[in-house]
C-alpha cells in the first residue's frame, strides 16, 4: 500500500534544565552548576523511495531527543540527537499550524522542520561580585512542536494517463521492466507504478475514471500526480466502442482538476492494436488524429510499435540533456 498523504504530529526536543551546583574541590568556592543541553532539532529529507511515508502509517507522534540536563562542576548536559526523517522527493510539507508549506524535490535535500528548545543555564552562569553563591538557575526551553501534513506529488519526466484497464501497466513493465500488477479488468492498478527507462521515469496514473476530479473513484487521490509530470502519453484502448469519448473524458477531468494540465505535451496511443483489424485500426488513427497529431498505435506483442515508443523516449531524453545545459552552451539553431 502507498501512502502518499498523511498527517502526522512532529516534537523538536526540549532543552535540559541548568543545574544548581557548588565547587567541591577543596579549598574552592563559587557556583559550578552546569547548563542543559539543547534539545534535538527535526529535519526531513528527500529520498527516492516513493514508499518512504509508510514509515508514518502506525507512528504519528514523532518526537526528537531532550537535551540532557546539566550536571556539578561546570559539567553542562550533553545536546539530544538531531531526527532526520527521509520522505520522498516531491513530497509537500503542509504546516497546519503555521500555513507554512515547504518541499522537497532533490535526493539528499533537507530542510529543518521543528527547532529543539535551548538549554538552561547552570547557577555557574549567574555568579556575579554581589552574588558569589547564586542558587539561580534556567529551565530549558520546549522544543517547537507542529501537526504536519505530508502530501506527495510524484515527480517524474512521463506520465501514462486513460481510463482503466487499456493497457499503461502492461506497457510500462514491458519499457521498464517494472512488476505492476496487469489484468483484464477495470482498476488493477490501485496505485501509482514508477519505472525507469534508462534516464527517464514513467508513472503509470491510475484511478483515472468521469468524474475523477470531483472525488468519484480513485481518480482524486492520484490527479496531484500528473501535476508533477512532464509529458503525457495519453492511452486510449482499440477495443473501446467509444475512443473519442475516451479521449474527452480524460482531458476533461484533467481540465477540471487543474488546466494548467491540458498544456502539457500529450502523446496519443492507440493500445491493444493487435485486438482489432487493420482496417478498423486505420480508421480509428485517422479518427483520433484529429483530437491529437501526435497520434500512434501501440501493442506489447508488436515489436515495432514497443520500438517507437522507446524512440520516443529517446527523443525526450535527447531534449531533456539540452534543456539541463546552461543556455550560454546550447547551441543556436
Known amino acids: 500500500m502507498l501512502i502518499d498523504d498523511i498527517t502526522i504530529q512532529v516534537k523538536a526536543g526540549d532543552g535540559g534544565q541548568g543545574a544548581v551546583a557548588f565547587d567541591k574541590n577543596k579549598m574552592a568556592l563559587g557556583p559550578a552548576g552546569g547548563s542543559g543541553g539543547n534539545g534535538g532539532s527535526i529535519f526531513f529529507e528527500g ?6 511515508l509508510n514509515q508514518f502509517r502506525f507512528k504519528k507522534d514523532i518526537s526528537a531527543e531532550n537535551g540532557r540536563p546539566g550536571r556539578g562542576q561546570f559539567s553542562d548536559g550533553s545536546t539530544g540527537n538531531d531526527l532526520v526523517l527521509k520522505i520522498p522527493v516531491g513530497t509537500v510539507v503542509h504546516n497546519l499550524d503555521t500555513g507554512a508549506a515547504q518541499e522537497i524535490v532533490k535526493i539528499g535535500e533537507r530542510i529543518p522542520i521543528a527547532k529543539g528548545g535551548h538549554g538552561g ?13 547564586p542558587k539561580r538557575f534556567q529551565y530549558g526551553l520546549p522544543g517547537e512542536q507542529f501537526k504536519l501534513r505530508l502530501e506527495l506529488k510524484m515527480i517524474a519526466d512521463v506520465g501514462f494517463v486513460g481510463l482503466p484497464n487499456v493497457g499503461k501497466s502492461s506497457l510500462l513493465n514491458e519499457l521498464t521492466g517494472a512488476k505492476s500488477k496487469v489484468a483484464n479488468y477495470p482498476f488493477t492498478t490501485l496505485e501509482p507504478n514508477l519505472g525507469v527507462h534508462y534516464e527517464l521515469i514513467l508513472a503509470d496514473i491510475p484511478g483515472l475514471i468521469e468524474g475523477a476530479s470531483s472525488g468519484k473513484g480513485l481518480g482524486m487521490k492520484f490527479l496531484r500526480h500528473v501535476e508533477r509530470t512532464g509529458i503525457l502519453f495519453h492511452f486510449v484502448s482499440a477495443e473501446s466502442a467509444h475512443p473519442v469519448a475516451d479521449y474527452r473524458t480524460i482531458r476533461k477531468e484533467l481540465g477540471a482538476y487543474n488546466k494548467a494540465l491540458l498544456k502539457k505535451k500529450e502523446y496519443l496511443f492507440i493500445s491493444k492494436s493487435d485486438a482489432v483489424s487493420p482496417k478498423q485500426l486505420k480508421a480509428l488513427m485517422a479518427k483520433m488524429k484529429k483530437l491529437n497529431p501526435k497520434t500512434y498505435v501501440i501493442s506489447i506483442y508488436d515489436w515495432d510499435s514497443v520500438e517507437r515508443v522507446k524512440k520516443i523516449l529517446n527523443e525526450i531524453i535527447k531534449k531533456k540533456k539540452i534543456d539541463s545545459r546552461p543556455s550560454s552552451r546550447r547551441k543556436k539553431k
Open 47 to 52: 529520498v527516492s523511495d516513493l514508499s518512504a
Open 121 to 133: 543555564k547552570g547557577n555557574f552562569l549567574f555568579r556575579s561580585p554581589k552574588n558569589t553563591s
